[in-house]
């Protein structure tokens, strides 16, 4: 069985200020690993995503995460965010067992920017 | 432009009626999905379609039903039966065995059921 827990519900910040979004995940076979956004009202849209290769994989809008293994940890960071970056961001496992891309979503993590 | 499209934004029903939230894609995916979305609860798989004329119960598929009758069209009928059907619907898409691997979601219908 999967599972995806994103421990913060809500993270405040400062606009410019860094900041980081928590993902740890369970599995009992390999995953693919991804991170959504979600403004209101709107659906999804991919940040990145981690496949294979290297673990620090760079996204859109400035965003990076690092898939670490032995953590089953895939943590979201930006260095300097921006009030446009108010939204709400999702992790994403899919286990690579599957002929086909079944996702398991963490419950979400609302980023409020503050100015 | 390829992409999904969920209609309408918005839909009203209400309770005991049966309501059909459209999704259509012109991505040639295979495969189709829908989620539910519940504030602080994520999302929530509620059927799937691999191909035409084939498709899966997710997590919640109580109180819902869904036809795939052709590959771009996957419409998710809210039976009288689901008990709490007031939420955030979201269709995707993806086409297994691509190597970008990543669903591509519509931009939701927010039903509301008084």
């Known amino acids: 069985a999967q599972s995806v827990t994103q421990l913060d519900s809500q993270v405040p910040v400062f606009e410019e200020a860094p900041v980081e979004l928590r993902c740890n995940y369970s599995?009992?076979?390999?995953?693919?690993l991804f991170w959504y956004v979600q403004y209101p009202n709107q659906g999804l849209q991919l940040l990145l995503k981690?496949?294979?290769?290297?673990?620090l994989v760079k996204g859109i809008n400035g965003f990076e995460a690092e898939f670490n293994k032995s953590q089953t940890s895939f943590h979201l960071r930006k260095p300097s965010v921006h009030i446009s970056d108010t939204a709400e961001y999702f992790c994403?496992?899919?286990?690579?067992?599957?002929?086909?891309?079944?996702?398991?979503f963490g419950s979400g993590t609302k980023l409020n920017v503050k100015p | 432009d390829g992409g999904i499209t969920q209609s309408p934004k918005y839909l009203f029903r209400k309770e005991g009626q049966n309501v059909t939230l459209s999704c259509e894609q012109n991505?040639?995916?295979?495969?189709m999905y829908w989620y539910r979305q519940d504030p602080g609860q994520g999302l929530r798989l509620i059927y799937y379609?691999?191909?035409?004329?084939?498709?899966q119960k997710g997590d919640i598929a109580e109180g819902y039903s869904v036809s795939r009758e052709k590959k771009e069209s996957f419409p998710l009928t809210v039976t009288s039966a689901q008990k709490n059907p007031t939420a955030f619907y979201l269709c995707?898409?993806?086409?297994?065995?691509?190597?970008?691997?990543?669903?591509?979601f519509g931009p939701g219908t927010r039903l509301t059921v008084t």
């Open positions: 995707a898409s993806s086409m297994p065995g691509l190597s970008s691997y990543e669903q591509y």
């Open positions: 599995s009992s076979v390999s995953v693919y």
């Open positions: 981690y496949l294979s290769g290297s673990t």
């Open positions: 994403a496992v899919s286990p690579i067992i599957y002929n086909f891309n079944k996702f398991y």
């Open positions: 991505l040639n995916h295979d495969a």
């Open positions: 379609s691999q191909i035409v004329n084939d498709f």
